[in-house]
């Protein structure tokens, strides 16, 4: 599977953003998706994930609330959207895929696939 993320950028505290993370490749239906972020100096980390149905959905407990992740098996993309956007946001965003995946067991395996990551940077 080869994934590619897009719709970073510069978004002031507050603000909104939407991550797209296009696959190819693989049956991306058979696929959990995720979405982790690294901040500079910081290990990388769960945000959110989702089922390769849709129907089942994790967040960090950072980010509950404001993200919500969604996937669109017809277009193979899957997306983050990102509102009340905090400072603490910002880092590199990377989507991942997972063959057959839960959202709770995204948290804490390693992804079979990775994608490039999209930085996010959050301004006061």
């Known amino acids: 599977v080869q994934l590619q993320a897009s719709g970073g950028g510069l978004v002031q505290a507050g603000g909104s953003l939407r991550l797209s993370c296009a696959a190819s490749?693989?049956?991306?239906?058979?696929?959990?998706m995720g979405w982790f972020r690294q901040a500079p100096g910081k290990e990388r980390e769960f945000v959110a994930a989702?089922?390769?149905?849709?129907?089942?959905?994790g967040y960090a407990a950072s980010v509950q609330g404001r993200f919500t992740i969604s996937r669109d098996n017809a277009k193979n993309t899957v997306y983050l959207q990102m509102n009340s956007l905090k400072i603490e946001d910002t880092a590199v965003y990377f989507c991942?895929?997972?063959?057959?995946?839960?959202?709770?067991?995204?948290?804490?395996?390693?992804?079979?696939?990775w994608g490039q990551g999209t930085q996010v940077t959050v301004s006061s």
């Open positions: 490749g693989r049956t991306f239906s058979n696929y959990g």
């Open positions: 991942a895929a997972s063959w057959d995946a839960t959202p709770q067991t995204m948290r804490i395996i390693r992804p079979n696939y």
């Open positions: 989702i089922s390769w149905s849709g129907d089942s959905t």
